[in-house]
């Protein structure tokens, strides 16, 4: 059954450095998310990206945060000078077309800023 | 402010007994909702959805029940297991324009099965 996956499994970073968490969404999806979950409370939305742009931003996006699709079967979440408070799970997800709008998400990446 | 919440933060029921969990909404522009179950230290796992032209839907030992009308929604699990002990997340998907989506999660609950 095809997933989406991510890498790293778990990041430890000390704060101010740049972090890059990866993700191979399922090959056919056409959308693809980020959400960010911290320890103990509900996922959150950041961003959404479609035909190479962000479509979605939250305000948890900000200017600290940039997504990229490098290739054709990767999708990067760049935090450019991670604080505290960035320690969180990190989940990709992808979806195809149609209505539906059912999102498969990855296994997540713990990151841990210190 | 919160456009998705829960009722309960935390259920515990009877191996063996049925388990209702529920769920609130805000946005009258939802059309589309979805349960999701996220088991320790892995990522959400669709359950069940439900558009917003229907008010039940079933599936395999799990029905969804709409109500538009309170913006409500519930998960009925029947004949609880242990291996249904999870985190359980409502979620309201928000056609943004186009075919563009927003997944927009509650806060969760937290289902216990005891032995």
């Known amino acids: 059954e095809p997933e989406v996956t991510q890498t790293p499994s778990h990041q430890v970073t000390q704060m101010g450095q740049e972090v890059i968490l990866r993700c191979v969404p399922i090959?056919?999806?056409?959308?693809f998310y980020w959400y960010r979950q911290i320890l103990g409370q509900k996922v959150e939305f950041l961003v959404s990206f479609y035909n190479n742009e962000i479509s979605e931003k939250s305000e948890i996006f900000d200017d600290q945060f940039s997504v990229e699709r490098p290739d054709g079967s990767n999708f990067t979440l760049k935090i450019r000078s991670t604080k505290l408070e960035d320690s969180a799970m990190y989940f990709c997800?992808?979806?195809?077309?149609?209505?539906?709008?059912?999102?498969?998400f990855g296994e997540g990446s713990r990151l841990t800023v210190l | 402010g919160e456009s998705v919440g829960l009722h309960l933060p935390t259920l515990s029921v009877q191996e063996g007994d049925n388990s209702i969990i529920n769920c609130a909404y805000s946005?009258?522009?939802?059309?589309?909702f979805i349960w999701y179950k996220q088991e320790s230290g892995k990522g959400p796992q669709f359950i069940i959805d439900i558009r917003s032209n229907m008010d039940k839907r079933q599936g395999q030992r799990v029905t969804v029940l709409l109500n538009k009308t309170v913006k409500h929604l519930s998960l009925q699990i029947a004949a609880t297991q242990p291996g249904d002990s999870a985190v359980y997340f409502c979620a309201e998907n928000i056609l943004l324009g186009g075919s563009a989506r927003q997944l927009t999660f509650g806060s969760g609950t937290q289902l216990t099965v005891l032995p």
């Open positions: 997800a992808s979806r195809g077309g149609g209505w539906t709008g059912e999102l498969f």
């Open positions: 946005n009258s522009a939802s059309d589309y």
């Open positions: 090959s056919n999806h056409l959308y």
